[in-house]
């Protein structure tokens, strides 16, 4: 009986609170910062302002106060009251970039929870940006992804409404301090190559023992422990020349060993022969001219708990040259099914650009080509990387459609954003939005590729 009666309280001050929000109208009610003496640090407040452009809105972020929320105000009409802040807000594992937030929901909630927002800031000499995030759930526990390595961060936490209204935040701050990356040790054992803004570092991959085929022009080089056999997974990425492949690898390995989009070095994977290399001037031939396998082991801090084999191979379709793209396509498949390469594959990987409007004959007889390697079931192993893309859906979907190649799921990266510097304003705003793609997409790729039913077996044609 007590408990109906309690229930039935607590349903009812929920009850009144979401009425009173409902007859809330923001733009009647007088911003309760605008009267204070840091003024209204809101962009697009909606609340009533006696100074619209006042000088006073400054950034947000910049200068976030451990109490901004709509504190009660009364005009007569109408009032708005915060809800009270999270609290308990504590770290439940902590990566080298990204933090697992839990926290405990406030105990009277002034209207309905739609969310939290998570803001965090580096804990450096003077003060850094306020950055923010939202939770999309009503549930107590958030990932912060894309932190540094070894690095002091501080949280607060507020709820957000159904209005979008921020509750108030916790205070004081709390601090949590990321692992050491994985990049960072390999940064150090890597080659700096050149002077560049971000700092490039060459992964020392060595050769594998054995694994060089002059003849087929196939090679095969790892970092870490030398893995004897099959183990882990194993992809190929595939597609004409020029789509992308070769920088997809230093996007990938950026990805695996924890570099995050503030860290001022980038690693790269793809080393071109020197003989590759000359060919850069002339676009219409394939850069990369040998199938490298390239094996990772999984290391302690590393974003893949499995070992992986990620084979280059060389671009085919848009010189015309049958004979060209016929060999790449006997020498990739020479390479799945001699001992030099490795008879399972989990992901077959096609890269395309994202705004081809349609494949090119060359490009759909050598997907063909591909394809008629495997077993017809292969389907769940196709993977498409589509590059060059924006926020919109690529266009080359369709082309893929109609050419008929078939794919189980696409994920879009844009790798222009890999190597450009991050202290460039204006580079750095869509650089930051494409790396965080570019990770998304990496992140989503491996863990359906680690869950991924794979078949593993191939034709022996
Ligand atoms: N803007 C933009 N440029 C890209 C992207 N991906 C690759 N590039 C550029 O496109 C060019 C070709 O990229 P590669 O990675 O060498 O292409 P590939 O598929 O390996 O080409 P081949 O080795 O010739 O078969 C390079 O100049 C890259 O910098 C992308 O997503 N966006
Ligand atoms: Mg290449």
Not at 117 to 130: A, C, F, L, P
Not at 218 to 245: D, R
């Amino acid at each position: 009986m007590i408990v109906i009666i309690t229930t039935t309280l607590v349903q009812d001050v929920k009850r009144h609170s979401v009425v009173k929000q409902q007859q809330k109208k923001r733009e009647l009610i007088p911003c309760y910062h605008e009267t204070q003496p840091s003024g209204c640090t809101r962009p697009g407040c909606p609340f009533k302002h006696s100074k619209p452009d006042s000088a006073t809105r400054y950034k947000y972020e910049d200068t976030l106060s451990a109490t901004h929320a709509m504190a009660p105000v009364e005009n007569g009409s109408d009032f708005w009251e915060p809800s009270p802040s999270p609290s308990d807000l504590i770290c439940l594992i902590c990566y080298s970039n990204s933090i697992m937030l839990s926290w405990t929901e406030p105990d009277e909630i002034n209207g309905y929870i739609n969310g939290y927002k998570i803001v965090y800031r580096e804990r450096i000499m003077g003060s850094s940006r306020w950055k923010s995030v939202k939770t999309k759930s009503k549930q107590t526990v958030y990932t912060v992804n894309y932190l540094k390595g070894d690095t002091r961060y501080e949280f607060k936490i507020c709820t957000v409404d159904r209005d979008g209204e921020d509750g108030s935040f916790s205070h004081p701050a709390v601090e949590f301090k990321t692992k050491p990356s994985l990049a960072h040790h390999v940064k150090a054992s890597a080659k700096r190559l050149g002077h560049s803004d971000p700092e490039r570092y060459k992964i020392p991959f060595q050769k594998t023992k054995g694994g060089t085929n002059n003849a087929a022009k196939t090679q095969k080089y790892h970092f870490g422990k030398e893995i004897p056999g099959i183990t882990g997974k194993t992809i190929m990425l595939l597609g004409a020349t020029g789509s992308g492949k070769s920088k997809l690898l230093d996007g990938m390995i950026n990805y695996i060993f924890g570099v995050s989009w503030d860290d001022n070095f980038r690693l790269k994977m793809v080393e071109l022969s020197d003989a590759e290399k000359t060919r850069y001037t002339d676009q219409t031939q394939s850069q990369t001219e040998w199938i490298t396998s390239y094996t990772v082991s999984s290391l302690s801090g590393s974003n893949l708990d499995y070992d992986l084999q990620i084979v280059d191979t060389p671009g085919f379709g848009n010189t015309r040259d049958l004979v060209r793209d016929i060999d790449i396509v006997d020498r990739i498949r020479e390479f799945i099914n001699t001992s030099q390469g490795n008879m399972y594959l989990d992901g077959i990987c096609f890269v395309v650009q994202a705004p081809l409007v349609r494949l090119t004959s060359p490009q759909i007889s050598c997907f063909d080509a591909i394809l008629s390697i495997f077993d017809q079931d292969c389907v769940n192993n196709i993977y498409v990387f589509v590059t060059f893309a924006d926020g919109n859906e690529p266009l080359v979907l369709d082309a893929l459609r109609s050419a008929k190649v078939p794919f189980k799921k696409f994920y879009k990266f844009n790798n222009s954003a890999l190597f450009i510097s991050t202290q460039d304003s204006q580079e750095s705003e869509f650089g930051s939005l494409y790396w965080k793609m570019g990770m998304d997409s990496f992140r989503l790729f491996f863990d359906d590729l680690q869950f991924a039913q794979t078949k593993r077996k191939t034709k022996q044609k």
